[in-house]
């Protein structure tokens, strides 16, 4: 079967699209997830019940709010060093006192990679992972439909204020009574960012028509973008946020009443900034951020100060619901954080950890088959039963250290399940799909395999494929292959323990892809077989493509095209010249590609052409002397198309063939005059020479001698004029005698003295 080059790619194409996205598919696992938010506001579940007849407790309801209004204010890129290492004791003084002799509960709370905005602030509000496929949404941030902290608090009544990154804006549209949305793609801006942000305060904080205050500061990220952490622009910025916080937390306590709840800060950040001022990795300094909880609720640290604890980024998800009276995310992960919540009494601490526990088995069962045998969900159980005891013996009216005791190890085994849970559903998210990855790679691989051994013909723009659909030698091969990739398929499907998604289609479809595979096998081992047995290029066909664009047009436009929207990302804009490097590589190897079709290829068209054309004039030769009639111009015509499909010699061609070479390796030396991009930023290049104190006076020196090279260019051209050679002597010009004057002139000779002063630092005239 004959298949032109065109559609021969195009399937290439296609089958090369089925084996990238199942190896996607088995990259990117699916996320956790429970019932849809609309589904989500179900009844909570009641206590424990205890052991026994003629005992029940009837607490049903969710728990009352531990705090009346809540101000969650995130500083994008803080780092945990900033407010616990030095420059915060240096430069946020008010909230190192806070942290160490206020009534602060301060924690560092660790991102799981990538460690871009929009995953963190999904993991902040719904306490679920994201994965790394939620890097691409990152472009443009769609409304978040599953369950979260802010669609709770909108359904339950409550009044939220936005001030900040346009991201929130994006992510929970129609939730906020009031907003003001900045820009993250102005990375420069690093004032007005905050400011827009900061004007909002002095009326907000005066009125009493909110629940909730969200305030997303952008300016520290921006700065790190731009110089990195150690940027003499980190120290007023820390300082600035540090003097919001106390405007926040001196507003939220004067409006406290003893009657009345207490109110909670929150300090976070989204992520944190490696030493190049960079994220989105798994570094220490990206992933660790510092997470306060403020309030005149907890009371004052005495004695030493202690390491803070490390915590989940997911946890204040959790820890937020209980603290504001709202159910916990069906679909979050986190664990309550024990610090919040043990001024409380024992009976509502204990009901806040089996929520959270409820939640967490509630998640694991939709999510995993056999969770019966996961160790934190039989935990969990224990911890359980154990607190119906409790809940007995308290109903009961025993008082005695009995309960407390009985209470403590309850407590302990609630934290411990949901320690397990916790890691339990954050490895499902982690856990990769090998099986679909490598049949997604075979498939790769296969297509790749066969486009290098039909290079040879893909070089040329009108070939035609032959294709062995079905050879007698290879028939039985394809039907075992076949039959061990099913046999195969079986085994991996049934003694996995978890179900990965090639084991989850129809019986069908798997048995198509095995076909495709050992099909494109065998047209491998056939392609190679026919390489073997004639070595020789085939005949290209000089058919001329009567379309106007060619394979470099639609490069140039789809690459522009693609170029231009891959600068509309947010997170994208430190390495946004990858992409432009990108299509220059490929514009190139395009550029040879052709190349090589029009000076190596196209004559063996050409010698075939000019072989016909001579044969005819031949004929006409004998014609036309059978008739007697003069042809002057055959024999040189004939020359010329004869002399024009022989190949070109000399250095044209090879001239041709090293110009995309040449210009790829002119492109990497400009790339190392100056580099640039998180991965390359910190290595020295030649811009980095020029910018160091120590060089500057060399630089000079070289500026100097440049120019006095130029000026003593200069006096050697006035010396080469032939009428010029002798000062002094006389010369014609328009048929009169004129004297030669004495060079260099006057003002060139100021100037050579002017530069040779400079550089020796000796002025002479």
Known sequence: MRLRSGVFAAGCLLVQALGVGLFLRGFFP??????????????????????????????????????????????????????????????????TQLVE???????????????????????????????????????????????????QAKTAGKRIIFYGD?????????????????????VSDYTEVDDNVTRHLDSVLKREDWDILILHYLGLDHIGHLTGPNSPLVEPKLYEMDNILKKIHTSLLSKEEESSLPNLLIVCGDHGM???????????????????????????????????????????????????????????????ILSVIEGKTMREQLRFLHLNGFQLSRLLQDNMPTYEKDPGFEHFKIAEKSHGNWIKLYLEGNNSEVLLNLGKKVLKQYLEALKILSSSLSKQVAQYDMYSMMVGTVIVLEVLLLLLLSMPKALSSRAEFEVPLSPPQFSLLFYLMCLMLCAVHVIVCTSAENLCYFCSISWLMAVGVMMLISALMCVILSAFGKMLENPKLPAKNPAVSNSSWSELDVLMLAGTVGHAVSLGASSFVEE????????????????????CRHYFLVKECDLQLSTAVKQNFEDIEETAQCRNVDIPSCDSKLGKITSSGEFLKGSEKWMGLASPWIILICCRLLRSLNQTGVQWAHRPDFGHWLTRDPNIHEVKKMGHIYVYSMLLFLNSCYGTFPELEDAGKTFKWDGKEKQVVTFPPPHLKALNLFYWGTYTGVHSY
């Not at 924690?107 to 306490?127: D, H, Q, S, Y």
């Not at 992510?171 to 906020?176: A, G, S, V």
């Not at 998800?317 to 679909?331: F, M």
């Open 576 to 595: 946004e010249h990858q992409t432009w490097y990108f299509l220059i590589n490929t514009l190139c190897l395009a550029l040879c590609q052709e190349i």
């Open 30 to 95: 699916v996320p956790v997830r429970s019932l849809p938010r609309r589904e989500a506001r179900g009844v909570p579940p009641a206590e424990p019940p205890p052991p026994g007849p003629g005992v029940t407790s009837n607490w049903t309801k969710i728990p009352s709010p531990l705090f009346k209004k809540a101000v969650i204010v995130l500083i994008d890129a803080l780092r945990d060093d900033f407010v616990f290492g030095s420059k915060g004791k240096q430069f946020m003084p008010y909230t």
């Open 274 to 336: 490696s030493e190049t001022g960079s994220h989105g990795g798994s570094s220490e300094e990206e992933v660790h951020t510092p997470l306060l909880f403020i309030s005149s609720a907890f009371e004052k640290r005495n004695g030493p100060l202690k390491q803070p604890e490390l915590v989940q980024q997911t946890d204040l998800a959790a820890t937020l619901a209980i603290g504001l009276g709202l159910p916990i995310s069906r679909n979050s992960v986190g664990n309550i």
């Open 101 to 151: 002799k206020g009534t602060c509960h301060s924690f560092i709370a660790e991102a799981k990679p990538p460690t871009v905005t929009m995953p963190r602030i999904k993991a902040l509000m719904t306490g679920s992972i994201p994965g790394f496929i939620d890097i691409i949404m990152n472009l443009n941030s769609p409304a978040l439909l599953e369950d979260n902290l802010i669609w």
């Open 166 to 186: 346009d991201t929130w804006v994006k992510l929970f549209p129609k939730h906020f009574v009031e907003y003001d949305g900045t820009t993250s793609f102005f």
